[in-house]
């Protein structure tokens, strides 16, 4: 477990490092994967149209599900396809 105890937590502070720790190569990411991956690994959505879904979702508010539909980026069955694909899917 890295040791934390060189991050200052002072709300006025400008560097906010952790001293002598460096940062990892590359992330750990686990779980499963989202629905924008899955829609692209299927074919259905390409990874521009994901960026530009994912900036409308932001700018919106809304479910990544219904912005892909309202927006024409995929079909209602491509979504439930990639949905039901995804582990623990209810």
Known sequence: MPDFSDFNFDPFQTDFSFGNMTPTAQADVTGPPTLGILLIEM?????????????????????????????????????????RARPNYG
């Open 43 to 83: 074919g259905a959505l390409t990874l521009e149209q994901l960026e530009e879904a994912l900036k409308i979702q932001l700018e919106q508010g809304a479910p990544l599900a219904q912005v892909l539909l309202e927006g024409g980026f995929c079909s209602q069955d491509q979504v439930i396809t990639a949905l």
